[in-house]
């Protein structure tokens, strides 16, 4: 047993003070070892001073941190980087979300064309595969991905916008009072521009898919062999029923996020920040598919009408004239078509891209998206 392995006991003495007693070896045999010091045992009268020092060290870390400026990591809210991350964020999660589901979104399109095509989803996997392959599975996937990369960066991107602008022009206890509205206006403006973007892709993308085969060779073939046909207007054919369809689609799924978001954390024990940022894109992915569900039921009859429109609209054919003649053909049942599979597809989507999307803003150093109310937060 070495000289230095030994334990010291602490006291009190009358006065309150510490005090030291003489060490215990911790061999009985080593009772006879000198109790000299020597330089490699602790040196007990020191230690006073020695807890001067630290008390002191702490002293000072603790004021100089007390005057540190704020992490510059995080970004400030609400700032042109801010809109610029926000917009990136909304193209992740469109983008990649629209692409991956393509295979269901095909066989949703291609029923909504031809109700006879297929029996239903399962058969009409197996019957592409057969015939074409996991690539025909894909069909449409490209113009897929760049429309809907486009109308994400412009959805997210101007809903923060327009969100923070109009909560401005209202007041903060009208903003408060009237969220639902400053939500539901908000998404509509940001859809509206974001739908002029998505368009033209929307409408290679429907023709790629309704036609068997399809009669281009990637997205950007089929733009230009829409404007040598039709020139740029063959591209904006579906711009009225894809506004009917995905305004009131990004309402419902803005606004009803935003509520189920904040019933939710009203509902949980504790406070937002009390969860792990895991738990809060949890919380995230929960809302997105219960809002995805409603937004699927809102806007499916003007999804059926959009595929309709851009593969059976005669040339020079009014738009009126052709939704009256589309919905004499199919009837109020024929817009219901493809329902149960977009609910699937839609609430799914939805879920994703609000997980990818306040993950995105995590990563940036922003909050997650909504919180329970300063009302809600009293309640609990």
């Keep these: 047993m070495l000289p230095f392995l030994q334990t010291r006991e602490v006291s009190q003495n009358s006065e309150g003070k510490n005090s030291f007693k003489q060490p215990r070896l911790y061999s009985a045999a080593m009772s006879e ?3 000299t010091p020597t330089k490699y045992q602790a040196r007990p009268e020191l230690f006073p001073a020695f807890s001067v020092i630290d008390d002191a060290q702490k002293k000072v870390v603790n004021a100089v941190g007390a005057n540190k400026p704020a992490s510059s990591g995080k970004m400030e809210l609400y700032t042109p980087t801010y809109y610029a991350a926000c917009t990136f964020g909304g193209l992740l999660a469109c983008g990649l979300t629209h692409a991956a589901v393509t295979p269901l979104d095909l066989v949703k399109t291609r029923r909504q ?17 057969r015939t074409d392959g996991i690539r025909g599975v894909f069909t449409g996937w490209s113009p897929t991905l760049f429309g809907y990369s486009a109308q994400g960066a412009f959805k997210y991107g101007w809903y923060e916008y327009f969100k923070k602008a109009y909560s401005d022009a209202v007041g903060p206890e009208a903003a408060a009072k009237y969220k639902t509205g400053v939500y539901l206006t908000a998404s509509a403006s940001a859809e509206f521009l974001a739908d002029i973007a998505l368009c033209p892709f929307e409408a290679v993308k429907v023709r790629s898919q309704g036609s068997i085969p399809s009669p281009y060779k ?18 904006y054919k579906g711009i009225y029923p ?18 189920i978001v904040e019933m939710m954390y009203a509902r949980l024990p504790g406070s937002k920040d009390d969860y792990s940022k895991a738990a809060q894109t949890g919380v995230s992915f929960s809302a997105g598919y219960l809002a995805g569900i409603l937004c699927a039921i809102v806007s499916h009859p003007a999804d059926v009408m959009v595929s309709k429109l851009n593969s059976n ?9 052709a939704v009256g003649r589309i919905y004499k053909d199919i009837g109020f049942g024929g817009l219901w078509n493809g329902l149960p599979v977009r609910i699937v597809m839609i ?8 997980m990818i999307y306040d993950y995105f803003k995590i990563y940036m150093g922003f909050p997650t998206t909504g919180s329970a109310t300063e009302d809600d937060k009293a309640k609990k």
């Design 33 to 35: 070892v000198s109790m």
């Design 313 to 321: 609209r005669g040339d020079g054919e009014a738009f009126g004239a």
């Design 347 to 354: 609430g799914t989507l939805t879920g994703l891209q609000w």
């Design 113 to 129: 064309v031809d109700p006879k095509l297929y029996t239903g989803n399962i058969q009409a996997w197996g019957k592409i595969l």
């Design 242 to 259: 894809l506004w009917g369809r995905q305004i009131p689609y990004t309402m419902m799924k803005f606004a009803s996020f935003e509520t």
């Design 218 to 235: 990637g997205t950007f073939d089929g733009i230009r062999s829409i404007m040598a046909k039709e020139g740029a207007a063959g591209l």
